[in-house]
Each structure stands twice: as C-alpha cells, then as structure tokens.
C-alpha cells in the first residue's frame, strides 16, 4: 500500500510538471508567476497560482509561420502590452490598485456600468487596403526579399477574402474577437452572477451597441457568454445609430458632433496630422535598415507603419506573427508610442472637442449611479475605442501636465492606450455598499456608498478620490468630480455647432 501511495504521488508530480511544461507555452501572463518555497506540490496549490489554459500547439493555425511569431514574448518582455490597441484584450497591470479586483472586505457590489470596445477585429478598410497595396509592390518587384523581411517571400496576408473580413470580428486562433467577446460575457457572469440572480424574473435587461457590425457582434457574443444562449429571451439588445442627426443623445459623438468632424486644425484629424509628425522621428531608419538588406526596394514611412500593424492584425487571427519580429524593441515602443499620441490628439486630452463628447455617457452614468440600483442594476454598452478616449479625457483619470510631444517619446507619460484600449478593452464603474463605520449592512445597517474604476481587470483609483475601501471614491465626491469637469468642458451643442433644439443629453440608458 505504501509503494501504491509512492507511486500515485509520484504520477501526481509528474502531470504537474507536464501541465506546467505545456501551460507556460500558451499564451503568457505578461508577469512570471511565482510559488512560495514552503508551498505543497499539488494540483490545487499549482492550479490556484497559474490556471489551466491549453498548450500553444492546440492553436495550430495552417498558415501561421513557425515559431510564436515573437521569439521575446515571455522573456520579460511582451509585446502584446506595445500594440497600441491593434493587439488583443490585455489585463491591466500598471498603475493599479493592489489587491486584485476583489471587492473589499464588508461590501458588495449594487450596480454595474460598461463601456466596452468591440472585440477582435480584421483591419479596418483604410489600414487593410494600405497593407494590400504594399505586399503587392513587393511582389511586382519580382524579386526575393532577404534579410528581416525573408519570411515575406513564402507568407500569405492573414485573409484570402478581404471584402468578406475586413473591419469584422476575427474567428480564429486564441484571440479570436468571437472567443473574447463571450468569454468576457462569463467573466462577467462570474462576477456579478448576484446582479443577473436579482434581475431574473424582472422585465428584460436592456443593452447598447452602435450601429457597426463588429459591436453588435461583440454585443450578442457577450450577451451568449452573460446571460446564455438564449440571451434574448431575458436581454433586450438596443441598437444605437452612428449617424449625424442624434445630437447628444447618441453612444459614437465623434459623428454628431459636426464642429469636430469639420475643424480641418484641431478636429478629428489633428490625430492624424501629430500621428505624422511624431512618425517621421523613426520610421526613416527603420526604412533605410530593410532597404540597406533588400536595395531594390524603399519603403515609405507608411508602408513601415503598415508592416507594423500587421504584427497585430496577423496576431488576431493566426495567434502569432513574423512581422512583430522585423522589428527591435525600441521600434515597438515607438510604435506604441505613436499609437497614443494618435489617440490623444484625435479625440483624447489634447483634442478640445474629446472631453465635451466624452462626458455625455460619463454624466448620464453618473446620474444612474446616484439614483442607485432601484433604476437599474447592470448597464453595459458596446462601442469604438474612438468612443472609449473621449470618456477618459472627459474624466481627466490619466492626466499628464504637458501635451505629449510629437519630437521624441515621453517616457514617464501617463496616458498609454495599449493596456486601457486594447481589442475589446472594457471600462467598468461599480457601485459599492460598504458598511459604514458605525453599522453593519450585513445587520441591516446604513450602507456608504463608493464608486470604483475596473479597467482590463486593474482597479485604477481617480486621482484625489481614493480615501474609500480598495481606493474607491465616495460617490458625493465622484458626483462632485463629473459636475465639475462638465463645467469646464462646456456645452455640448455649443461647442459642437449643433442647432439649439439638438439633443443636449443621452436619453436611451435606463432599463
């Protein structure tokens, strides 16, 4: 019996080992996992530190290049977190909270508001056709590319059918948008199973997406994950038009507000124009190293960016690519640089259009939260990442001191898009009632109320509010806070040159 016992805990050992050979080649954590010295060698020890995810050979995909696609991914580096929003859904690991997103001791979560971005997606039109028209300038080169960019001569573009893919969800591979969306929807059930119990019974939950596609898509994917198959037997899916004619009362202001779309200096494309500007501090010698390797060929500052975006997009749906290994590491930071200073001039902080469009759905939200879980209990909405940036500016939560330069990277900046905005990035506020000092809720008592930021799964605390349970803000202040910041950025219809009887507000979030 003892040899039999040996034997089982010798087995049991080896599938550890076995599981932990496999796991650590699937998709990594951005940070090692560690286990203490004094800690048992079991299963469950193992399984509560590093969850089981299946090998990275069972995402075999038929046209993904040999190797990760990175060779530095899980070597402290990760570039996954450099992307700039073009990579998958990322967990938030800087500049959060300690603690995890456990709810504080004594209190519970009452009510819960999201803005997420549309999952996994295939290139937009724009981004897909410049990566077109740049592989087929190699090919009608007629010659065969040496050095960092050898792969290319037997790689094939991560879709055959462009018009059919093009903007949609990706459905392949480990990062696939399909994959995300739902799973983000069991997450969530995970989390707030307590919300979803209390609703059952009740009229439909209602939910939001703008009018594309690929939110809609992630809506109804989430909703499968949330609610289950049958979701539209207990959701009410509400479809929002992106159209010009909704004034305030719309999910995508970047489309109604008709100042910022015409202002040719400081609307949406001043992003572009700063996008260009900073680009040329380092493309160029990213150019003259593959021309220097391949002299028949010069690529343009675009066609490099292009190649960049295809690290990503190829990573969406084949789970790896070569491309993410043309380039250095410091290419990649400036690349992700890039990506933020596109962002934070098109509609973030240093665009004066974004926090005006942005606080329309932070104020209508900060209006459910005070009213409190009787108007409602769960209110998720689907939108770009175009629609999440503006929100965050309008809540000031990453603010930096000076305008992000266009002449060289700013290290130490604040605002960095790759781990709020990623594919399917998801902005939360969550309503706590925690028991106040001097009673119990668990007794029936007087419950204070605070709010708290979940962003990628990292609680992010708001600056000068975060003396509440976890970091969180009392919701007098944060009321405060949101009154505040929509007097400073003014009048929507005003600033947005919209007629008087425009909609001044969002009306359709209520349940």
Known sequence: ??????????????????????????????????????????????????????????????????????????????????????????????????????????????????????????????????????????????????????????????????????????????????????????????????????????????????????????????????????????????????????????????????????????????????????????????STRLSHQNPQLRFTDAEIYSMQEMCGFETLVRGSSPWCDVFTHKDWLDFEYARDVIHYYRAGPGNPYGPVMGWLWLNATANLMAAGPGV???????????DIVPMLAALDLFHDDDLLPVTHVAVDRRWRTSPITPMGGRFIFERLACPSSSSSTSAGGHADIFIRININDGIVSIPGCKDGPGKSCALDRFLEIVKRRGEEVGDFRKKCGLREDAADRITFLHQ
């Open 376 to 386: 409602g209990s769960m209110f998720f909405s689907f939108v770009h990442d175009g």
């Open 1 to 286: 019996m003892s040899r039999l016992h040996i034997t089982f805990s010798a087995l049991v050992c080896l599938l550890g080992f076995i599981v932990f050979f496999l796991t650590r080649n699937s998709t990594p954590s951005p940070l090692p996992v560690t286990s203490g010295v004094n800690e048992p060698l079991s299963l469950a020890a193992f399984y509560s530190k590093i969850p089981y995810t299946s090998s990275w050979g069972s995402w075999w995909h038929p046209q993904r290049s040999h190797g990760r696609g990175s060779s530095e991914i899980g070597k402290g580096w990760n570039i996954l977190y450099h992307l700039g929003g073009n990579g998958p859904w990322i967990e938030k690991i800087e500049g959060v909270v300690k603690g995890g997103i456990g709810v504080p001791k004594g209190c519970r979560v009452e009510q819960v508001h999201m803005m997420s971005r549309h999952a996994e997606r295939f290139p937009t039109k724009n981004a897909g056709s410049r990566m077109l028209d740049l592989l087929r300038r190699i090919k009608d080169a007629n010659t065969t590319l040496k050095g960092d960019l050898e792969f290319v001569n037997g790689w094939e573009y991560f879709t055959d059918d462009p018009d059919k893919h093009l903007e949609q969800l990706t459905t392949t591979g480990p990062f696939a948008g399909t994959l995300e969306a739902f799973t983000t929807g069991v997450k969530l059930r995970t989390r707030y199973n307590h919300l979803l119990n209390a609703s059952r019974g009740h009229k439909k939950t209602r939910l939001w997406a703008s009018d594309s596609n690929r939110v809609i898509d992630t809506a109804r994917y989430f909703s499968a994950g949330f609610f289950g198959l049958d979701w539209e037997d207990t959701a009410d899916l509400k479809v929002i038009p992106e159209t010009d004619d909704l004034g305030a009362d719309t999910l995508t202001p970047g489309d109604t507000c008709l100042q910022y779309r015409d202002d040719p200096d400081h609307g949406h494309d001043h992003g572009l124009t700063m996008l260009t500007k900073f680009r040329s501090t380092y493309l160029p010698s990213i």
